[in-house]
C-alpha cells in the first residue's frame, strides 16, 4: 500500500485551563484530515469529555470530502461530549457549504455546533474574546 507523505495540514492546541480545544487547518483537506484532526483533538490526553472546541477553517482553500467520509466525522464529533463547537467557516462558498452541512448535521444529532465568518465571532458565540493557547500555534 502506498503511503502518502504529505503532511498534514492541521495543528491544534488543548488547553485544560480553558476547558478549550482549538484546531486551524489551511489548503487542500480532506474528509481523511478533517477525521485525523477530530480524533486527535478527542484522544489528546489534555482532552476532556464536553470541552468546547473552535475548528478554525478560515485559511482552507479547498475541502475535498466525500459522501462516505461524512458520517465518520459527524460520529466522532457527536460523541465528544456536551461542549459547544464552532466552526470557522472558509472564504470559499462552495468550501463554506460543507462547514453549515457537517454542522446541521452534528446539530441533528444533539451536539451543539454553529458556524461563523470569523474566529471574533466564533469566540463570541462560546462567551470568549480569545483562544489562549492559540499564540504558541505555529503559524501558516
Known sequence: MLMSSRPDPFVYVVDPDETLAYARMWGVVTGGDMLRLVQAVHRDPLWVYGFDAVWDCSAVRAHVVAPEDVEPIVRE????????????????????????????????????????????????????TAVPAAAALPQR
Open 77 to 128: 464529533e457527536v460523541a465528544s461530549g456536551t461542549g459547544r463547537d464552532v466552526l470557522v467557516r472558509s472564504a470559499n462558498p462552495d468550501d463554506a457549504a460543507i462547514s453549515q452541512m457537517l454542522a446541521a448535521f452534528c446539530r441533528r444529532r444533539g451536539k451543539a455546533m454553529t458556524v461563523h465568518g470569523s474566529l471574533a465571532d466564533a469566540l463570541a458565540a462560546l462567551g470568549r
